[in-house]
């Protein structure tokens, strides 16, 4: 199945707009206290990288990162949840905010809450730019959420499909494509 760029569903405007109100409220909630912000790879780069410069210098916030397997080339979740790249430091004790693209079935970050819940930090958060709530096969905990979305294969922004359009400004739908 081949796919094609369509249409925006989300314009720069609107989510720069979004990402700032979201990183202001995170400011509110963390003010005075360490953060660590864990950004999952590659998909929540972008949306880490504008985030973190809307929370405040009165929050001491630290940035690290995991990696880990998604969809591959594909654009159905198969569940398995492998970890490319582990944190660099220890969450023990600490309170941390899981920056994800999007929360689609859940399984990912389910999965990823409940490795980090075992490393025993003080508080753990998520913070999603997209949610696809009516996919959810397992319940998440999303405290931080840009957009709720529709059930439609999106790009842009960090989202990827077989890792192209990652570098978009905006979030755009895909329309599947006959193969020629
Ligand atoms: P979940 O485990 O089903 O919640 O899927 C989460 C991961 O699937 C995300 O971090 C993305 O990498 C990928 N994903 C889910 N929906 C989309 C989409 O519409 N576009 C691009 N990637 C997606």
Same mark, same amino acid.
């Given at each position: !199945?081949?796919?094609?760029?369509? &249409?925006?569903?989300?314009?720069?405007?609107? *989510?720069? %707009?979004? =990402?700032?109100? +979201?990183?202001?409220?995170?400011?509110?909630?963390?003010?005075?206290?360490?953060?660590?912000?864990?950004?999952?790879?590659?998909?929540?780069?972008?949306?880490?990288?504008?985030?973190?410069?809307?929370?405040?210098?009165?929050?001491?916030?630290?940035?690290?990162? !995991?990696?880990?397997?998604?969809? &591959?080339?594909?654009?159905?979740?198969?569940? *398995?949840? %492998?970890? =490319?790249?582990? +944190?660099?430091?220890?969450?023990?004790?600490?309170?941390?905010?899981?920056?994800?693209?999007?929360?689609?079935?859940?399984?990912?970050?389910?999965?990823?809450?409940?490795?980090?819940?075992?490393?025993?930090?003080?508080?753990?958060?998520?913070?999603?730019?997209?949610?696809?709530?009516?996919?959810?096969?397992?319940?998440?905990?999303?405290?931080?959420?840009?957009?709720?979305?529709?059930?439609?294969?999106?790009?842009?922004?960090?989202?990827?499909?077989?890792?192209?359009?990652?570098?978009?400004?905006?979030?755009?739908?895909?329309?599947?494509?006959?193969?020629?």
């Amino acid at each position: !199945m081949n796919f094609k760029l369509s &249409g925006e569903l989300i314009t720069s405007d609107e *989510i720069q %707009k979004r =990402v700032a109100e +979201l990183g202001e409220e995170i400011g509110r909630d963390y003010c005075g206290k360490d953060l660590v912000v864990v950004g999952i790879l590659k998909g929540a780069i972008i949306f880490m990288a504008y985030l973190v410069r809307h929370i405040p210098p009165t929050v001491n916030a630290t940035l690290d990162f !995991m990696a880990v397997s998604s969809y &591959g080339d594909s654009t159905k979740t198969n569940g *398995i949840v %492998k970890i =490319v790249k582990d +944190l660099d430091g220890s969450v023990k004790d600490k309170n941390v905010l899981v920056v994800e693209d999007i929360v689609d079935t859940g399984l990912t970050l389910s999965y990823l809450l409940k490795l980090m819940q075992e490393r025993q930090p003080e508080s753990v958060r998520v913070c999603a730019l997209l949610d696809k709530e009516e996919r959810r096969k397992v319940p998440v905990d999303v405290t931080y959420r840009g957009f709720l979305i529709p059930d439609k294969f999106v790009v842009g922004y960090g989202l990827d499909y077989a890792g192209k359009w990652r570098n978009l400004p905006a979030v755009h739908y895909v329309e599947q494509q006959r193969e020629q």
